[in-house]
């Protein structure tokens, strides 16, 4: 705890520096005062290259003033003596320099460390054989400047200062040798913080010597420091609290002591002469006081003595929850065949843990490590597993692994917390909490679903690279706090800054001297007034992936024995969270937002597997509702459950946030590379064929109680309102359509011809909600329905007029007729649907590749695609159509196609891009200018959407942004929305260059669809070349709406199924249950409210649907089904645990829903063959 008197006394030792040191003049320096040791050398011998050993002494660097280098000849990090992983010895590093006359005056010597190993050395000074040491005085710090400190929670940094006179130096050469000393310094083999060898060291910012040359030294000036510290013992009498006094001398002690007076009782200690200068540090036990107290410090060195009053305040008692856990990354580290049995070892070593320390327990990061479990263990050892979980030994979180929370549906969302939620309620365990880790920041429609599903708690434990949401907007000193989705529903949430923080600051296993050095730093995040708690969580022991430890419990049940405060507690996240918001009563903050997902830009690494992964997870819900139906349709038939599992799996770990191995950008030809992204890459191409499958079979079955003859095609909704959209599908020669609802001939367009076929577009009118259409194909020379336009490069309907730039391929102009305006910014650097590739970022460290406060913004160059054509103007019955070609840099060929429908406000845009692979850093963009100065943005979430400049978390990501449904932009009486159907993310006013602003500031009105990127060094892809569509929906208005603009998204990535009934589906054609013509099979009376899902409850009791209030208001529901008689109905949470009973009437439910509410109902009953209207 920074106690008053620490922070009160500070000032005394920077005055006993620089009382006489005013007129300094800089004498030399190593290294940049930037909080970082990036400058330094780091892996490399600072003496004779090649790898650096610590464990051998030639290692030791020897820095030469105006010969040496920073960057070769000066290390970054200096073990400390006890440093067992780096030869358990001392490691002097030296400074040589050379006066060229008398010394003379005063001098001073600054060293700027960095500390964020498990343990703080102090450091140890010898300036031409004069021996003194100081204490390292961490503050927190969070300005990144070595990448650690974004894994680190307890980054800190530390300025030593000190004057030091002229008798110390020699004309010519002298020697300053530092040395990191640790006290104990008995052999520590723990492994410490990430990216450092050991369990303690020092990290070196920078150091300088100054002179003032007519300053006088003081050798008898003293300065005291006094800490009360949060550490108390037990005795028999009670509790004794550690005060620190630091003294700090300026010569040789031949006697001194210290004397604390506090209340009643004095305490005294001798003080060293071994050192002639520096600071002593004696720990006095004084008996537990409650509030502050004054106290007198007496210091009598010699025949002086100097008394110092102060007032101490007593720390708090703290509880420490220790939850161990190790984080799971599929894949990433290794292939995802040998991480699926290490994190089953994992469980295993777990489970021996438990079996020998009573007090101990572990947390799983997901339930995938759990399925890979009971795959393959035995039925004794998935029995013990289950009683540990029972007994909350082992606690099993309801997600399944960590998703990019940004990119999936709500259902894939919700579906993310189901097996791991069910398998808890089997077991009858308590599930109360969800957690991600690793990943740094979440969509702002998460708390809605967890609050959803039934949950309490959510601790999020952030890695900040790349990711600085807690760098940046210290949530974890925050915490707790609730979390607000967009339907008022909040989630108690812990922010934890890193995922393995006990290993960081106590090293594994676990030592008494790092837990010691790092609790008090680590705390100063809690220290604050408004911190109500004596608890908080250390989360994590240990990093992805990796054997379990058997130590986890290290030296925690000793330091119980000698501590009693601060108190280590072996716990689970519930737990701790529900003793901590106790405590807390009603002062927890709330805060609401989007956390501006970072690491989901590294989807665009992968752009046509991205593309093809937001395909399937809207698919997926018409395949699991038509799938739902075609049952109750036909009582014969049941769900394939077993396709739709595999189905729901291959979507979850689409989003499961390893896409590629760690050396995925390094050495993409890897085998680890290519094999997990291979694996990655067949989740999506399978999810893809399951969605075909499901939806292809249910199709033809309910085709078969269709009273319609082969030769019908049959358009299928699973929407719940009555749409018109375009379907694209093959007829074969010597064919055309027919309405069967209107009996007219649907014209439509031929986009390619095979040799027995057409493949066409037409627009699908009018097709029933959650239902069908049939359309006859019959034998016809039909007639052409579209015609080429020669010598004009405009669109128009009656809504829009469109201006074409053939050169850039792409469209200059779009003029709202209704509105009276021209919507596209004539004085933007791009084009309307401009394809442009952005080059540089190569050279690093870059701020765009890494982030940190030290490096570079790179330059880069946007390249606008060029050498167009117009190649095509069609006119049809139903649109009007452009296609354009151009090319850009690596992208030999971009094809548009402009459509634009007459008898509707949008316009569609169909882009084809070829593009050559290249490992050199690019960002790949499409640009809409819109005609706005100072825009107001908006983007949808998945049940909300969010305003950038006012709805996003301190911290959260304002580079870019991640899209569900649309992403609009407005001023002055204008409103514009693009409908981004293939590529989720964007930026707003400019493309992507690594600034990490911390605000969102005035913007141009360009929405940027960012498609691709390799902007990372891990994980990800490096490279992309093929051929990839983005597809996009543009529309306009008078101000945004963001219920019209949700139908319009869900309508645009939820396409229209077809099925052609053929010779081979039907012997004869027999009367069906069916309406041959059209058909509706689900009522929703609600245009505000969206039909997410409709399917077999898990339990099998009944059917679960799941509805999504998009309109922002409240309003009563009422749905009706033609195909179920509804006999009892149900709220659940979104687990499908029943909540309450709602009124049914005849065939219907009526409920009521709220603003943005994710609501599910069960419903119950017997399935009913539907009557023809």
Known sequence: MLSKARLSLLPCFITLCWSFGLASTPLWQIGKFDKSSREFAAGVSPTRGGPLDYSNPADDPVYVVGKSEPGKNWLAFQPGTSNGKAGHRAHPFTIEFTLAGQPRGVYTFTAALLAYSPRIPRLDVSINGHHGWFYQHPELNYDAGDLGSVFCPRYSTAMITFDFPAVFLNEGENQIVLTAIDQPDARDDSEGAVMVVGNSGIHYDALKLEQNPSGKFQPAEIGVEAVPTIFYKPTNGGLTEIIAVDVRLNERVKYGRVTLAIGEEKFTEPLSSDAEFGEQRINFEVPEFAAETAAEINVQLDRQTRNFERMLAPGRKWNIFVVPHEHLDIGYSDYQGKVAEVQSRVIDEAMDIARKQPDFRFSLDGYWSVEEFLANRSQQDQEAFRQFVRQGRLVVPPQYASLLTGLPTVETLIRSLYAGGHFNRELGSRVDYANISDVPSQSGSYPSVLAAAGLKYFLHASNGYRGPLLMQGRLNEKSPWYWEGPDGQRILTWSSLSYHQSRIMFGLPPK?????????????????????????????????????????????????????????????????????????????????????????DGAASDGLYTA?????????????????????????????QGALDELWKNLLMSDEHTWEADRGISDPQSQTSILQRDVKEA???????????????????????????????????????????????????????????????????????????RHIRFMATDVPAVGYKCYQLRAANPAGYQFLVQGISTLENRYYRVELDAQSGSIRGIFDKELNRELVDQNSPYRFNQYVYVTGADAGPNRLIDYSNVTTVPKLTPHGASQGKLVAMIKLPFASVARLESSGTNTPLIESEIILP??????????????????????????????????????????????????????????????????????????????????????LGDIARGTWPTEFDKRQGTIFSYVMNNYWDTNYVAGQRGDFTFRYVITSGHAIDPAALTRLGWEALTPLETDEVKYQDKAVNSPGPLNAIQGQFLSVNQPGVVLVTWKQAEDRNGYILRFLEIAGSSSKVELSTPVFKVQSAWLCNALEENQRQIEVSGKGVRFEVKPHEIVTVRIQGEGSTPQKP
């Open 902 to 987: 007459n008898e509707q406000k949008r316009i569609e845009i169909v882009n084809h891009v070829r593009k050559d692979k290249v490992y050199t850093k690019e960002g790949i963009y499409f640009a809409f200018p819109f005609a706005m100065d100072h825009a107001e943005f908006r983007y949808a979430i998945q049940n909300g959407y969010i305003d950038p400049a006012k709805d996003i978390l301190p911290g959260g990501g304002h580079e870019w942004f991640t899209v569900q449904q649309w992403v609009a932009a407005q001023q002055n009486g204008v409103a514009a929305a693009i409908v981004p159907v293939d590529a989720p993310m964007v930026t």
């Open 612 to 640: 093809m992964a937001r395909e399937n997870e809207y698919r997926s819900l018409s395949a699991e509702k038509f799938s739902t139906i075609s049952t109750l349709v036909n009582s014969r038939l049941r769900p394939e």
């Open 683 to 757: 989740r999506v191409t399978d999810a893809r064929r399951l969605v075909n499958h499901i939806l292809q079979r249910n199709a033809s079955a309910l085709a078969d109680f269709i009273p319609n003859p082969s030769g019908t095609l049959i358009v299928f909704n699973s929407l719940n309102w009555q749409r018109s959209n375009f379907v694209e599908t093959d007829l074969d020669n010597g064919l055309e359509i027919v309405d069967l609802a209107t009996r007219q001939v649907v014209p439509y367009e031929v986009l390619h011809t095979g040799k027995t076929l």
């Open 512 to 600: 008494l001297p790092a837990i010691r050095d790092s609790l008090p730093i680590f705390l100063q995040s809690y220290a604050r007034p408004d911190y109500k708690s004596d608890g908080v969580i250390v989360f994590g022991t240990q990093w992805e992936n990796t054997d379990l430890n058997p130590d986890q419990m290290g030296d925690f049940p000793e330091w119980n024995k000698l501590y009693a405060f601060p108190k280590i507690h072996i716990s689970d996240v519930g737990e701790a969270m529900e003793y901590i918001a106790k405590q807390m009563g009603d002062s927890i903050p709330v805060l609401r937002g989007d956390g501006g997902p970072y690491w989901e």
